[in-house]
């Protein structure tokens, strides 16, 4: 799957809503198979997060590091950290279809669903039609 990171990163709490539902274990397993290379990216996004935040963190009197708002510092941190989310990201993604989807998750709100699009195949997709699709 290729998308912005920026949109893998807004849906992240809808991918954590998803793998937090009580689902059968079946469909448990394909949420699990088909999030799995998201969840790598995020963990990796986090990390360099911090390291970003870090490396433009000051300490106060206190020793607690932070950013200086309006700062030269908060600038770059800012641009390095818009940069990183405006990456083109490639990661595995085994779709769920809406028919799994639906038959398995009693509820689920409609904009969760909308930024997890990049998960679902399309209505009538099979995922024979998605590989080609991709090459």
Same mark, same amino acid.
């Given at each position: ?5 920026? %949109? #893998? ?5 809808? #991918? @954590? ?16 198979? @088909?999030?799995?290379?998201? *969840? %790598? ?8 997060? @911090? ?9 106060? +009197? +206190? ?21 990183? #989310? ?5 990661? *595995? *993604?085994?779709?769920?279809? %809406? ?5 398995? *998750? ?10 997890? +699009?990049?998960?679902? #195949? ?5 995922? @024979? +039609? ?6």
């Amino acid at each position: 799957m290729k998308m912005k990171l920026k %949109e #893998l990163v807004a849906s992240q709490e809808a #991918l @954590a809503k998803l793998r937090s539902l009580d689902l059968k274990p079946k469909f448990g397993f394909i949420v699990k198979r @088909a999030t799995k290379g998201a *969840v %790598e990216v995020l963990k990796d996004y986090h990390e360099s997060r @911090a390291e970003i935040i870090k490396k433009h963190s000051t300490k106060n +009197d +206190d020793g607690i590091e932070s950013v200086v708002p309006n700062s030269p510092a908060e600038k770059k941190a800012e641009k390095e950290l818009n940069d990183m #989310l405006s990456a083109e990201i490639e990661f *595995v *993604v085994k779709p769920i279809s %809406e028919g799994d989807f639906c038959s398995n *998750v009693k509820e689920f709100k409609a904009n969760d669903i909308d930024r997890l +699009d990049w998960l679902f #195949l399309e209505s009538g997709q099979k995922k @024979a +039609d998605l590989k080609a699709v991709k090459k």
